[in-house]
């Protein structure tokens, strides 16, 4: 028996009545509703933003003797209703962890083999400023490069760079939605586009697992469209839970770009888009209308194996919910080299719906440079302000080596603040258009993270400088020369979060206790002491976060204290905001520089020559083989909390899904022990034999398989999605993850 369920059966009766047991072992029944009020006058509230996933939903941390001892959903934020997920009530599992990271550390034997020593501070920061120093002065600032989870201390991580004159600053959504933001970025000018699920009648997802890659607003909004009667279709080769909400339609995968073109070819043939919405909105229709033309339902029939008539008849039934329809624009979007390319037609067939700006539709996110241009929404307009006011940095004297911002070529469009990660491991590999010499990440596992697994090792192990920022040792952590621990966000203040929506948004992250292990730190003190120690102080000219978000706050008219009471500030009276929803010819700018929707976009043809999406065929998998997809799972983040207690307890490993028709011819039975082969790489597996998946696919969830012996719970246990995938870049830089090809058999 665990523990827990023997807390349980101890605490409370088979009935539910909470026992408590005597001193002399004798039970004594106490009253539940008196035992819930004592215990809680017993609890302070602290509340802060969750970071147990990038969601940073707000939360109420209760704290009882100076110890966190719950988490919970903000009462007061109408925008998750107090709810929070699995992750984010496993907080305090991961901030009482004796598996954390509680010292700095240097590498004291060969790369991979675990051996470090503890050190002071002093010595670590010593440490990496005499590497990054040589670094510099032998091959340039520009050898360094540093990555991260995109989060609010990245302006103090990537000042190190800046500072060294490296250009090459990194996160980590190449991997992740990098498609999705060219696609935002090139339609309507900006990535700050939201969806407003709870009132849509039809929502259409393209592989987005609502249920499983949570997003508590995004998930109770879904929910709320479903319960007022909402459509949901799923197109996915697997069944996934969001599918069970809806109607499934397994597709082909690498082929939803077909299924798109195809909707767009009947909403013209049929007339069923939004012509006097596309007319006054959008400019570059016509160029659409010529894409699309010979994209009939039959040949995306061919493509995608889902039969013509459903086409059809789901897009008729899409359209007659318009304008209160979605196409969902996905999250995780790295699935093929042109993966950009259907995120543009998802975006250009929601337009055609004439869902812009209204309930039920996709929106501009509300924050104060959208609301000038109206005078009845000026009381709201707020912005933070800047936390410090930093001199000028040096000019790097080389440009990026993934060619990010360089016009004329794909690295155009790659977002300067996200970069093409995929390109360092190369870079370090090949010396290739120069060589990387030194890598800091913080918050981020390239081995985990990054495909192509082994490659990534045998790059690290070329550096002359390899640092980790982290609360685990993580796989990259075991590979460092440096490991430099992070304190949790339940023990720090961070920058102020802007989380705007449909009204702004600001919230605090804000500490609920005491430090636990005293010789960790916030990232934000990690990194302003070593670019102290680096003698780059005049970079960071502010004492403390509390002096830091003091003046953040008071451009917007807001001060430290009520945002400590509150956790988060929406405008006061400010109801959600459509341009469209009362008079559908309102005007409704996109931040484009003629404030239109981009359905042809100047600068995609200049970068990529496909101002228009363009369909490429991908091979589909012979016999003997499968398609190689992979997802997330609703108990962990990316790579992030595998080793967490609860949740490892909740999920300690994966399997690889196959298909039972594909499992017969294979001699493949539920739970045997498998081997899947990439090629070069190979990894074991348990197989999930199950009809909930297309026969030449298999699917695996992300983020398990790990190589640090550090991190116990996690260690060896599943599979590595990434060892299997190579690390090959797609048209405008993101990785690409589904187009590999597995062969599986019996170990």
């Given at each position: 028996?665990?523990?827990?369920?023997?807390?349980?059966?101890?605490?409370?009766?088979?009935?539910?009545?909470?026992?408590?047991?005597?001193?002399?072992?004798?039970?004594?029944?106490?009253?539940?509703?008196?035992?819930?009020?004592?215990?809680?006058d017993a609890l302070s509230t602290v509340f802060s933003t969750c970071e147990m996933?990038?969601?940073?939903?707000?939360?109420?941390?209760?704290?009882?003797?100076?110890k966190v001892v719950k988490a919970e959903g903000h009462p007061n934020d109408t925008s998750t209703g107090g709810s929070i997920c699995a992750r984010g009530n496993a907080a305090p599992s991961l901030l009482y962890d004796p598996e954390r990271i509680k010292k700095p550390m240097i590498r004291t034997g060969e790369r991979g083999d675990g051996k470090f020593k503890e050190v002071?501070?002093?010595?670590?920061?010593?440490?990496?400023?005499?590497?990054?120093?040589?670094?510099?002065?032998?091959?340039?600032?520009?050898?360094?490069?540093?990555?991260?989870?995109?989060?609010?201390?990245?302006?103090?991580?990537?000042?190190?760079?800046?500072?060294?004159?490296?250009?090459?600053?990194?996160?980590?959504?190449?991997?992740?939605?990098?498609?999705?933001?060219?696609?935002?970025?090139?339609t309507f000018g900006n990535p700050y586009i939201g969806a407003d699920y709870g009132n849509a009648k039809y929502i259409i997802t393209n592989g987005r697992n609502f249920f499983e890659g949570i997003h508590v607003p995004m998930v109770k909004g879904v929910m709320k469209s479903i319960s007022n009667g909402g459509k949901l279709v799923v197109l996915d080769p697997r069944f996934s839970v969001t599918a069970a909400k809806g109607e499934w339609v397994p597709i082909k995968g690498a082929t939803d770009l077909a299924f798109i073109m195809a909707m767009a070819n009947v909403m013209i043939s049929?007339?069923?888009?939004?012509?006097?919405?596309?007319?006054?909105?959008?400019?570059?229709?016509?160029?659409?209308?010529?894409?699309?033309?010979?994209?009939?339902?039959?040949?995306?029939e061919q493509e995608t194996g889902i039969p013509k008539d459903k086409i059809v008849q789901i897009t008729r039934d899409f359209a007659k919910a318009k304008p209160n329809c979605l196409l969902e624009y996905g999250w995780r979007t790295p699935w093929t080299g042109n993966d950009y390319q259907l995120r543009r037609a998802i975006m250009i067939v929601n337009m055609m719906m004439g869902n812009w700006e209204v309930p039920g539709g996709y929106f501009r996110k509300k924050g104060a440079a959208l609301l000038?241009?109206?005078?009845?929404?000026?009381?709201?307009?707020?912005?933070?302000?800047?936390?410090?006011?930093?001199?000028?940095?040096?000019?790097?004297?080389?440009?990026?080596?993934?060619?990010?911002?360089?016009?004329?070529?794909?690295?155009?469009?790659?977002?300067?603040?996200?970069?093409?990660?995929?390109?360092?491991?190369?870079?370090?590999?090949?010396?290739?258009?120069?060589?990387?010499?030194?890598?800091?990440?913080?918050?981020?596992?390239?081995?985990?993270?990054?495909?192509?697994?082994?490659?990534?090792?045998?790059?690290?192990?070329?550096?002359?400088?390899?640092?980790?920022?982290?609360?685990?040792?993580?796989?990259?952590?075991?590979?460092?020369?440096?490991?430099?621990?992070?304190?949790?966000?339940?023990?720090?203040?961070?920058?102020?979060?802007?989380?705007?929506?449909?009204?702004?948004?600001?919230?605090?992250?804000?500490?609920?206790?005491?430090?636990?292990?005293?010789?960790?730190?916030?990232?934000?003190?990690?990194f302003k002491e070593l670019g102290e120690k680096m003698g780059y102080g005049?970079?960071?000219?502010?004492?403390?976060?509390?002096?830091?978000?003091?003046?953040?706050?008071?451009?917007a008219g807001l001060t430290l204290a009520e945002m400590k009471e509150k956790g988060f500030w929406v405008p006061p009276g400010m109801k959600p905001f459509?341009?469209?929803?009362?008079?559908p010819k309102a005007p409704a700018p996109t931040a484009t520089a003629d404030q239109k929707i981009q359905i042809f976009s100047e600068e995609l043809e200049e970068a990529t020559k496909q101002g228009i999406p363009e369909y490429k065929h991908y091979p589909q998998p012979e016999n003997g083989k499968f398609r190689f997809i992979q997802g997330k799972v609703a108990v962990h983040t990316n790579a992030g909390t595998h080793n967490v207690p609860v949740l490892n307890e909740l999920m300690p490993t994966n399997t690889l899904w196959i298909n039972s028709v594909s499992a017969g011819k294979l001699g493949i039975k539920e739970g045997d022990s498998i081997i899947i082969s990439a090629g070069k790489y190979e990894h074991k597996g348990i197989a999930k034999v199950t009809e909930g998946i297309r026969p030449d696919s298999v699917f695996t969830y992300h983020g398990f398989g790990r190589i640090s012996p550090k991190m116990t719970?996690?260690?060896?246990?599943?599979?590595?999605?990434?060892?299997?995938?190579p690390n090959e870049l797609g048209e405008i830089g993101n990785v690409v993850s589904s187009t590999t090809f597995v062969t599986v058999r019996k170990a």
């Open positions: 028996m665990k523990r827990r369920d023997f807390l349980k059966g101890a605490l409370y009766g088979t009935g539910g009545t909470m026992i408590a047991l005597g001193g002399f072992g004798t039970l004594t029944k106490l009253d539940p509703k008196k035992a819930a009020a004592a215990e809680q996933c990038t969601s940073r939903c707000t939360v109420a941390l209760k704290v009882k003797n100076g002071s501070w002093d010595e670590a920061y010593s440490y990496i400023t005499e590497k990054l120093k040589n670094v510099q002065k032998q091959y340039g600032g520009e050898a360094l490069a540093v990555t991260s989870r995109v989060n609010p201390n990245d302006i103090f991580f990537r000042s190190l760079a800046r500072a060294m004159g490296s250009p090459n600053m990194f996160s980590h959504e190449a991997t992740c939605p990098m498609t999705r933001t060219v696609a935002l970025e090139a049929e007339n069923l888009y939004d012509k006097e919405f596309i007319a006054q909105y959008s400019v570059g229709f016509d160029k659409w209308v010529e894409a699309v033309k010979d994209k009939t339902p039959a040949w995306a000038k241009p109206y005078p009845e929404l000026q009381q709201y307009a707020k912005s933070l302000g800047g936390g410090m006011v930093q001199p000028a940095f040096p000019k790097p004297v080389k440009g990026r080596i993934d060619g990010t911002g360089v016009k004329g070529t794909p690295g155009q469009v790659i977002p300067v603040p996200d970069g093409a990660v995929g390109q360092i491991p190369e870079s370090i590999l090949t010396g290739k258009p120069y060589p990387i010499k030194a890598w800091m990440v913080y918050r981020f596992n390239p081995v985990i993270s990054m495909p192509e697994s082994e490659r990534v090792i045998e790059a690290i192990k070329k550096l002359d400088l390899m640092v980790t920022c982290d609360v685990y040792m993580t796989d990259a952590a075991y590979y460092s020369d440096v490991v430099l621990p992070e304190c949790t966000y339940m023990e720090r203040y961070d920058p102020m979060i802007d989380n705007t929506g449909l009204t702004p948004k600001f919230q605090i992250r804000q500490p609920a206790v005491s430090v636990v292990y005293p010789d960790t730190k916030p990232a934000w003190q990690i005049q970079y960071f000219p502010f004492k403390d976060m509390e002096e830091y978000l003091t003046k953040q706050l008071a451009a459509f341009m469209r929803g009362k008079d719970r996690a260690y060896g246990k599943g599979i590595n999605d990434n060892k299997l995938i």
